[in-house]
């Protein structure tokens, strides 16, 4: 006779769990305080800052996993470069790290993705991956007040069969944290409301302090944080180094906290 270890639980069971419980969160989520397009450091960071103060707060990812390069690193090696003051961060998630030379440090990226998700998740984020941003939901002033998303897979479906309609998300902020796509913003200048130069050469000096410097609300209800901010403005590319990605998405959720603060008067 075989030892029976688990409960008598059937697939009719685990699919009926899966169902409803992706459809409350989904349901739930429809109207957020926060909803953050991409799942890389700056937008996780964004995440984990928002939430741990009370913000309803959604990451929109387009991949079927989370921390975009944050993962591998540089050149599909696996270890991660922050330059001072980077580090400060790995600290407060608890990520150990080496000292490389003074000022550039160096850890294990899955190591240090694998914390930020986790300490985005603890502090209450909701995410949904395989969901590609589709278009912005434009209010009164032209402000931006949510996103129109789709199943990524449909985007790769051929043409003539993908007629599947997006649906909609509303929020009081949305956050392109896309990298040098700029999705949401490329929305916006799509409909003439802004203009994009395109990122420029790779200057890892200049471009993590610019990053950080020009993350912030570049129109009404949109932030934009990390590699996106180099897009909008033509600021230098960073390269395989991810201490303005982290520093970035914590100015990003400071900005937004000021935001909300304002609104809710």
């Given at each position: 006779?075989?030892?029976?270890?688990?409960?008598?639980?059937?697939?009719?069971?685990?699919?009926?769990?899966?169902?409803?419980?992706?459809?409350?969160?989904?349901n739930?989520?429809?109207?957020?305080?926060?909803?953050i397009?991409?799942?890389?450091p700056s937008?996780?960071?964004a995440g984990?800052?928002?939430?741990?103060?009370?913000?309803?707060?959604?990451?929109?990812?387009?991949?079927?996993?989370?921390?975009g390069g944050?993962w591998?690193?540089?050149y599909?090696?696996n270890?991660?470069?922050?330059?001072?003051?980077?580090?400060e961060v790995?600290?407060?998630?608890?990520?150990?790290?080496?000292?490389?030379?003074?000022g550039?440090?160096?850890?294990?990226?899955?190591h240090?993705c694998?914390?930020?998700?986790?300490?985005?998740?603890?502090a209450?984020?909701k995410?949904i991956?395989?969901?590609k941003?589709?278009?912005?939901?434009?209010?009164?002033?032209?402000?931006v007040?949510g996103?129109?998303?789709?199943?990524?897979?449909?985007?790769?479906?051929?043409r003539e069969?993908?007629c599947?309609?997006?649906?909609?998300?509303e929020s009081?902020?949305?956050?392109?944290?896309?990298?040098?796509?700029?999705s949401?913003?490329?929305?916006?200048?799509e409909?003439g409301?802004?203009?994009?130069?395109?990122y420029g050469?790779?200057?890892?000096e200049?471009?993590e302090?610019?990053?950080?410097?020009?993350?912030?609300?570049?129109h009404?209800?949109?932030?934009?944080?990390?590699?996106?901010?180099s897009?909008?403005?033509?600021?230098?590319?960073?390269?395989?180094?991810?201490?303005?990605m982290?520093?970035?998405g914590?100015?990003?959720?400071?900005?937004?906290k000021?935001?909300?603060a304002?609104?809710?008067k």
């Amino acid at each position: 006779m075989e030892k029976k270890i688990f409960s008598d639980v059937g697939e009719k069971e685990v699919t009926r769990a899966i169902v409803e419980g992706f459809a409350k969160t989904f349901n739930e989520y429809v109207e957020s305080d926060v909803i953050i397009i991409g799942g890389g450091p700056s937008g996780l960071m964004a995440g984990r800052e928002l939430a741990s103060s009370g913000f309803k707060t959604l990451i929109v990812e387009r991949n079927n996993y989370l921390g975009g390069g944050f993962w591998i690193g540089g050149y599909l090696m696996n270890k991660v470069t922050v330059r001072a003051p980077g580090q400060e961060v790995l600290d407060e998630l608890g990520v150990p790290y080496e000292e490389v030379i003074e000022g550039l440090y160096m850890t294990d990226g899955p190591h240090a993705c694998s914390r930020l998700i986790a300490s985005a998740c603890d502090a209450g984020v909701k995410i949904i991956n395989m969901t590609k941003f589709d278009d912005i939901v434009i209010r009164e002033g032209n402000r931006v007040s949510g996103v129109v998303i789709n199943w990524t897979p449909v985007s790769a479906l051929p043409r003539e069969i993908t007629c599947v309609d997006p649906v909609a998300l509303e929020s009081k902020m949305v956050v392109d944290a896309t990298g040098h796509d700029a999705s949401v913003v490329s929305k916006l200048e799509e409909r003439g409301l802004i203009k994009t130069k395109g990122y420029g050469a790779m200057w890892v000096e200049k471009s993590e302090d610019l990053v950080v410097e020009y993350t912030g609300e570049v129109h009404p209800g949109l932030v934009v944080m990390g590699m996106a901010v180099s897009t909008l403005y033509g600021l230098p590319r960073m390269g395989p180094t991810f201490g303005a990605m982290l520093l970035s998405g914590k100015k990003g959720a400071e900005v937004i906290k000021e935001k909300m603060a304002v609104v809710s008067k």
